[in-house]
Each structure stands twice: as structure tokens, then as C-alpha cells.
């Protein structure tokens, strides 16, 4: 897949914002902590476990974990500056963690096709799914939006949840947000 669109829309948002939610395209910093605590709820009760974050942008997952998380990776594909963590400039994970978490990794499309971006989205689960041990978690923005922007990426929640059950038991959150939703995924 082709993620130079991807790419230099999170450039543009880095430069002007530098750091921060907005840096990493959430419309604030309470946007983003509901996206990232919805995903953390796959690992509530575990320590020492592992994390791959897939799309890390500054590494703000790293900090909310960093007590209970034994090693954290890191992906992104913008060169990043993380003060925890090993950071890898990656389009994918290539570490085996116990987790693995995505926030935000399927919203930017760009031009390409519905049809082609939701392949891309089933093979990055399926990674998610090769390089976790005990589940992996991610969000997209739900097609039952009332507002859509063109190059963004909407899914449908429950087709999204159908197609996770492969890899085992899922839960779907919907209730931090109207507009998006979060899939967990427990191997276990």
C-alpha cells in the first residue's frame, strides 16, 4: 500500500502543531485520551506484558502504560523523537509483544480506493494478529457518522467486529464516542 499521502498529512499536522493531540490529527487532548484509555481496557489488569503501538506518533501510549508495560515499541512511519520506549521508522510491527494497539492507524486514506484501504486495514489486523500474543486493540471511525470528510476512512463496526472473530474473543466500544468506535481482541 501506498502511504505517501499518509505520510505527508501527519507531516503537515507535525509541522504546525509539533507535538501534542492535534499534532496527531485529535480534534483535542480529550479526543485522544478517550481513543487510547478505550484501547488500554484490553490490558486492564495486566503488568509486565509487552506493547507493540502501531501509528505511535509522539509516543503517548508509552506514558500512559509505562508502570505496568515491560517494553514498548513504537511504529511510525514519520521519523519520531520518543522519550520512552524503542521507536522503529516502520509501516508495520515486526517485534512479537503480548499486545499490540493501533489508534488512528486506518483514519487517513487519501485517494485510494474504499475497497483497497479496507484490504490494507484486513492485512494490518492480520499482522496485529501474527505479532501478539495475548489480543491487540485499534479504532477506526465509524461509517454511522453524521459528518465524513473526503481521504478519511470509515468502517463499519459491526462488519469490522465480524471479521476480528477470527482471531478470537472480541469486544466492540462505541460508548466514548458518536463518531468512532474501538475493536479488543482477546486471544486468550
Known sequence: MDLKQVSEHYAKRKAVYVRGAQAVDWKNRKAQMDRLNALRLLFVDDTGFTLNDWGC?????GWLVRKECARYHGYDILPQELDIGT?????TVTETCTYTVASGLFNVRGD???QAWTSYVHRCVCAMNKYSHKGFAFNCL???ADRKSDGLYYANAY???????DYG???LLQHYSAWDFTILVNKC
Open 159 to 165: 462488519g469490522m467486529a465480524r471479521h476480528c472473530m
Open 142 to 144: 465509524s461509517d454511522r
Open 57 to 61: 506518533g509522539y509516543g503517548e501510549m
Open 87 to 91: 521507536f522503529h521508522l516502520s509501516d
Open 112 to 114: 485510494q480506493s474504499e
Open 169 to 171: 474473543r472480541v469486544s
